[in-house]
């Protein structure tokens, strides 16, 4: 069973364009954290939201709380060809030291 | 700082064969993780250490995986014997352990393991 579920899976986007990706879940979580992944490489944190609605910027990145605390958005503003890899969601469950993770969505800014 | 690196980085081996993966996490992190990624599905946690205890294990597949960290500091993962699906990308992660329970803690991931089992 998916416990946290990304869309899209894959998304292949031109320089400039912006893009939402979703990781939803029927479950609450105490805080949810967005990686990205480069090939070769193991899951880089970007990102931690703890409270619910708390949205949070880093640069053209802006990440989403949901008011329950079971789902989450990243959108990107002009994306750039830099921004190609693969972005994971994962969360906390209260009083749990280990992620669950998302399936990952894959994005590939082409120049 | 030096980051959390893994031994191998590739894995080749044929069914029934044993491997032993090795993950030494950031210095002075008292938490660390097991985690794998099977073809086409999602990173799933295998088990916590913290300091040379095994916190939970709840994410071992079977028993033929066997996860060790003698003296707090290194881990080991040994698959015995492998079979073929056991193929995937073995990460491990650390973090500090200044919560009680971890959670929410930032975990730093190493570059993985992947190993194929023939």
């Known amino acids: 069973t998916q416990l946290l579920e990304q869309s899209p899976q894959f998304l292949s986007i031109q320089e400039g364009e912006n893009l939402t990706v979703y990781c939803n879940s029927s479950?609450?979580?105490?805080?949810l954290q967005w990686y990205r992944q480069e090939p070769g490489e193991g899951p880089v944190l970007l990102v931690t939201?703890?409270?619910?609605?708390e949205v949070k910027k880093l640069k053209r990145l802006t990440f989403q709380f949901g008011d329950a605390r079971k789902d989450s958005s990243l959108h990107i503003t002009a994306a750039q060809p830099g921004d190609t890899g693969l972005y994971l969601c994962?969360?906390?469950?209260?009083?749990?030291?280990?992620?669950?993770f998302g399936t990952g969505t894959r994005l590939t800014v082409i120049p | 700082e030096a980051g959390v690196t893994q031994f191998p980085s590739h894995s080749v081996i044929e069914k029934g064969q044993t491997v032993t993966l090795r993950c030494d996490p950031i210095?002075?992190?008292?938490?660390l993780y097991w985690y794998r990624r099977v073809m086409g599905k999602e990173i799933k946690f295998l088990l916590h250490f913290v300091k040379e205890s095994k916190q939970d294990e709840s994410g071992m597949p079977n028993n033929r995986f066997l996860a060790e960290r003698t003296g707090g500091t290194y881990s080991t993962l040994k698959v015995q014997p492998a079979e073929l699906e056991d193929s995937g990308v073995y990460f491990c992660?650390?973090?500090?352990?200044?919560?009680?329970?971890?959670?929410?803690?930032?975990?730093?991931f190493g570059p993985g393991t992947r190993l194929l089992v023939l």
């Open positions: 994962a969360g906390f469950k209260t009083g749990a030291n280990n992620l669950f």
């Open positions: 939201v703890v409270t619910g609605g």
């Open positions: 210095s002075g992190h008292d938490n």
């Open positions: 479950s609450v979580f105490s805080s």
């Open positions: 992660a650390s973090s500090q352990g200044r919560s009680s329970t971890g959670s929410g803690e930032t975990q730093y």
